[in-house]
């Protein structure tokens, strides 16, 4: 059967998404959801929905959703493009901008989909290794025609200050897209960089700090050139009636995101300071998550123990530049207090 499968698909390696069990028992912290509950709009406007509508097509450029994103971010609805997903973006992104000859460059370690997504459209791959502290510094004279710049970076939580980021979209020849999927908890953000330079695109996703992973909705705001091209290559109905509504009204309730996202906040300090303590090493996170390296055993043995105690995190294999760290979403306090406590437990050689 490989005749039928074009050569590049054959070679690639597919995206594995993180573990998604369902057992109840599981403190899950692998996948950087938000454990708190979103908009209590979210229920309300579900609740009104007249299920005829579902029967016909749903708005295929979302204007009244865009018309919401444009208001947030001050801008105009012509310069944003909904997704399916940030990963629609992404691909999407690829498509458009970058020819069969061009290339496509991102941080390595970062999100593992840009070069999935880069070996699909089989185009070429220029990663940019992130130093011994996951700090960044551009190759002399690197090109590509598109480079994804995630900010904060994951999985690492680190955050590259806008001081670094201008400069670079401003030099570099083709575009950027500064992918903010955590900008909410960050203590900066790039989106105005977007509204000013022609090459550079800001994607956003109610995945983390709305608690709307499941509702698959993402967005990138950027020059309207840009944003047409996006427009003219996506799938004719891409982003579903109840998809848009649910974010619509989470969108328009800031005081519940921000809530929630305070709430991660300070559990993130807590639970880093008392990792630190505990002689972990842990990365100043601009995150949902936090990015840490055990002490006294190996990042893969401490993974095992710690699903012995029924707590998952997120461990990346034995790549040179992750084998050592573990990602550890931050869940309510209850379950990060199981977490610590089962930390010790493996510390302490306890069962």
């Known amino acids: 059967m490989n005749h039928l499968i074009r050569k590049s698909v054959q070679a690639m390696a597919g995206y594995v998404p993180g573990e998604q069990p369902r057992d109840a028992k599981l403190v899950k912290l692998n996948t950087n959801e938000n454990p708190y509950l979103p908009s209590a709009d979210v229920q309300d406007i579900l609740s009104m929905i007249d299920i005829a509508v579902l029967a016909r097509y749903p ?27 940030s990963d ?33 459209e089989d185009v070429e791959k ?14 002399a004279d690197y090109a590509a025609s598109l480079f994804f710049l995630t900010n904060p970076n994951a999985p690492t939580s680190l955050q590259y200050s806008k001081a670094n980021v201008e400069p670079f979209v401003k030099e570099f020849g083709g575009v950027v897209l500064i992918d903010e999927a955590y900008a909410d908890f960050a ?114 043995a401490f993974v095992k123990e710690l699903g012995k105690k029924n707590i998952i995190v997120r461990y990346f294999g034995d790549d040179e530049h992750t084998k050592d760290y573990l990602r550890v ?7 990060m207090f199981a977490f610590l406590d089962a930390v010790e437990g493996i510390l302490n050689g306890s069962e």
Request: hydrophobic share 45%; glycine share 6%.
């Open 126 to 139: 220029k990663p940019v290794a992130l130093d011994a502290a996951f700090g960044w510094q551009m190759p």
């Open 187 to 300: 203590q900066e953000n790039c989106m105005d960089l977007a509204l000013v330079n022609e090459n550079v695109l800001v994607a956003r996703t109610l995945s983390k700090s709305y608690s709307l992973a499941g509702i698959r909705l993402g967005y990138c705001v950027g020059n309207t050139e840009l944003i047409g091209a996006l427009y003219k290559i996506k799938d004719s109905y891409n982003v579903n009636y109840l998809t848009q509504e649910v974010a619509r009204v989470a969108i328009l309730d800031q005081n519940t995101m921000k809530a929630n996202v305070q709430a991660i906040i300070e559990t993130r300090k807590l639970v880093s300071e008392k990792l630190t303590d505990l002689g972990f090493a842990v990365t100043n996170s601009e995150t949902n998550f936090l990015w840490i390296k055990p002490q006294g055993i190996s990042a893969k």
């Open 59 to 85: 708005d295929p450029v979302c204007l009244e959703l865009r018309k919401v994103i444009a208001e947030l971010h001050g801008c105009e609805v012509e310069q944003v493009f909904v997704g399916n997903g």
């Open 329 to 335: 979403t931050i869940g309510t306090a209850p379950e």
């Open 88 to 120: 629609e973006v992404l691909a999407l992104c690829i498509r458009a901008f970058v020819e069969r000859q061009g290339s496509v460059g991102y941080f390595d370690p970062s999100y593992s989909l840009y070069p999935i997504l880069a070996d699909i």
